[in-house]
Each structure stands twice: as C-alpha cells, then as structure tokens.
C-alpha cells in the first residue's frame, strides 16, 4: 500500500500563504484519485479538495474556493495543496488522502498541522 506523509504546514498570519505537499512511498499513486481534508479538534473531518486521477479534475470546497487550489505531479509521485488569503478559521490539522474511485478515501496521512494567527 501507498504511504502517505503531509508536509509544509505551520504557522502563518492571516492573508499569508502556505502550500502543503504529500508524497507517497511504497509505490506510485498510479490510479488513485487524492485529496485534502482538515480536521478541527471535536469536529469531523472535513473535504477540502480532490484531483482525479484520470483528468486530473480538481473539485474544491465552496469553503475555500477562490483561495485554495490542489494540484498533482505524478513524476514527483505528489500532490499540493496551495492555500492563499489563509484566514484563522483554516486552522487545522490538514490530511491528505488517497482512494480508488468510487470508493471512500481509505489511505491517510498522519496530517501536519497549520495555523492561522490573526
């Protein structure tokens, strides 16, 4: 199985910008769609973004549309999450995320943590 790890996360101020990488070990994304979800403590897991494996689609949240944008490079066996204008509200635990559609996101990382000081 694919092994996931997050990184680039950290602390930024508001209206600054982060962009968060994934990379996989193990073996290649291949067929795998991916995604970037956020967790808050005591909330559930939210979707951020996902790409297609296929036409590399994105599909972005109404919550950070405008702001955020995903991205893969296959080569680099990664993917991106870049997130502008962050706000506080973005504070979060990020998780990337891999499945094969039409199945759940079951591959997960272990998430980075991102913080958005006012």
């Known amino acids: 199985q694919v092994q996931l790890r997050e990184s680039g996360g950290g602390l930024v101020q508001a209206g600054g910008s982060l962009r968060l990488s994934c990379t996989a070990t193990?073996?290649?994304?291949?067929?795998?769609?991916l995604g970037w979800f956020r967790q808050v403590p005591g909330e559930e897991r939210e979707f951020i973004a996902g790409i297609r494996w296929d036409d590399d689609q994105p599909n972005i949240a109404d919550s950070v549309k405008g702001r955020f944008t995903i991205f893969r490079d296959n080569q680099m066996n990664a993917v991106y999450l870049q997130m502008n204008n962050l706000k506080v509200d973005d504070t979060a635990v990020y998780y990337c995320a891999a499945r094969s559609a039409p199945l759940a996101y079951d591959n997960w990382g272990p998430g980075t943590q991102v913080t958005v000081s006012s």
């Open positions: 193990g073996r290649r994304f291949g067929r795998a769609d």
